[in-house]
């Protein structure tokens, strides 16, 4: 099996980078200095017309826990809606009832309302699942091609060894993908796992453009400077796929 990588964007301009690295495909948020939500319709409809590799939407409508209200699940039904048409090839949704099992009947709502055109990738909800191969065999069920995963812990290579028994678990019924922490530094140790689908941002600082800096007037986050902005850098992603190209695992 081949090694695929995705790079997680939020702008047209990192879509591109992504891209330009030689990504084999993108998934698609908006704001990921705080894990992802979903993109607007008019940046989904930017980075659609801007790059040419298939691009996986994320489904998600705030930071925070994957328990939804009844509200947001009419909220994310809806954005699914919006979605599955603008030629993306697929979502990547998750959710999760408060006792840590997967919300089966929310997620095949949005699945049904998805329709049988789309990939659907089970993103890292999974990992604040209370039993890793439950909710994989529901994600089966399901019908997701994909799980997302950082071996439930809080980067990809600490649960190698969770990596390595989904796997095995799920054998080629499903895509297991290594995500948080990854980097050109041990996608390879992480491959020799078993795991064959990668997922990182590649991303770099650049400072803003501003000239004019008013300093004292946060507009969001305490802990964010105003004047940096993220994107993903070309390079990062051409040393890690030609990595990934490497490998005769």
Known sequence: ME???EV?????????????????RLELCGHLAIGGTTPSLALVEEVLS???????????PRFGDFCFTPAEKRILLREVELMRDTGAKGLVLGALLPDGSLDREHLA???????????????RAFDLS??????LDRALDLGFDTVLSSGQRAKAPEGIELLRAMA????KNMAIMA???????????????????????????????????????????????????????????????????????
Not at 50 to 60: E, F, T
């Open 168 to 171: 095995e678990h799920v054998g």
């Open 109 to 123: 709502a949005c699945i049904e309302l998805g329709g049988p055109g789309l990939n659907y990738t089970l993103h």
């Open 8 to 24: 997680c964007v939020d702008s047209v301009e990192s879509a591109l980078a992504a891209q330009e690295g030689g990504a084999d």
């Open 3 to 5: 090694h695929l990588l």
């Open 130 to 135: 209370r039993d890793p191969f439950e909710a």
């Open 179 to 249: 995500g948080s922490g990854v980097s050109e530094k041990n996608m390879e140790a992480i491959a020799r796992a078993g795991i064959r689908h990668f997922h990182f941002s590649a991303k770099q600082d650049r400072p803003s453009p501003m000239a004019f800096r008013r300093s004292g007037v946060p507009m969001g986050l305490p802990l964010a400077d105003e004047y940096t902005r993220s994107y993903t850098d070309r390079e990062t992603v051409a040393r890690a796929k030609a990595l990934l190209n490497s490998l005769t695992l």
């Open 50 to 60: 801007a790059v040419k590799i298939p691009v996986n939407i994320m489904i998600r």
